[in-house]
């Protein structure tokens, strides 16, 4: 398969909608040519590009706002609702502040069933992947969610952020995608091109350089809602077809669906502006300045000196992992002096919301 056939381009991308509902029956019954790599903000419009160089008066074509929707993909485990009750938390709080565009909020819960946070934050429950599908591999739920609430949900809003339950809003969050071209953070571990061997069993050399296919997962994109119900399905048929591959599932563990989303964008020619300040990932990125999404993914360690101590369980700590079977207590201990700046927006954030939601400990 290392060069992929016509027949198969033509089942990920012209079939994808036919392939789609053969899964959906099967569960019932059990572009541009090139992106935008932008380091600094600026509201309102897409900024000047150090790459392309762009018109000068194109900062000022945004005449208007363009609100978003958030929807956020979640399961019904204690991990998930605890870090899905903070999300929302911050999203209420910057919705309506100055230079927001954010619209309408949906927490898409791919368990099948309703669960204790209906009524707490506005949700659509969709199915999950029949058992054993997914193959313990939970994160392939989450193109299959988006395929269904596409499918059942009228928002109306035009552009859709997708989101993720470790994801805090630091500040008001602007529209950043611009007319059909979404914006997407770039994650420095998505590497396409050091991976072409295996991208290329999924995006044949006919549909060009393999650059087309950028650095990148669905989290967080803004984007088209008719653009992403495009994409919806070729992600999630891309996201299966690399997991029923034994060398691409090992290549691409974890980030495998990640790697998907970025072929099937590329796949029906879709490209993002690549914003670095999208998103902040403590404890790497040592600031919030100018950031407007926090993403706790990686856990923090430090001694009482303030030093980093990765891989090593510090003397103070704050790993969202720590509270898989419950939320974290209110009033987490900040960390010691030294420690970035970053780390300790990201506890006070955790600790604000905490304090403020009601029965946070019923969880």
Known sequence: MGRASPLLLFLLVLGSSFATYNIVTMIVHYGSSGHFAVDDAVDGGLPFDPIIEMPANIRNRKISKLPFHVALTATAAPYSKWQCRIMYYWYKKQKNMPGSEMGGFTRILHSGKPDNLMDEIPTVVVDPLPPGLDRGYVVLNRPWAFVQWLNKTTIKEEYVLMAEPDHIFVKPL???????????????????????????????????????????????????????????????????????????????GWVLEMYAYAVASALHGVRHILRKDFMLQPPFDLETHKKYIIHYTYGCDYNMKGELTYGKFGEWRFDKRSYLSGPPPRNLPLPPPGVPESVVTLVKMVNEATANIPNWDTT
């Open 174 to 252: 602007p529209n950043l995608a611009y007319g059909g071209t979404p914006a997407a953070f770039p994650f420095f571990y998505i590497r396409p091109d050091q991976n072409e061997r295996i991208v290329r069993k999924f995006y044949p050399e006919q549909n060009g350089p393999i650059t087309n296919v950028d650095p990148i997962g669905n989290s967080p994109v803004i984007i088209r809602k008719e653009i992403l119900a495009k994409i919806a399905p070729t992600w999630m048929n891309v996201s299966l077809k690399m997991k029923e591959d034994p060398e691409t599932d090992k290549a691409f």
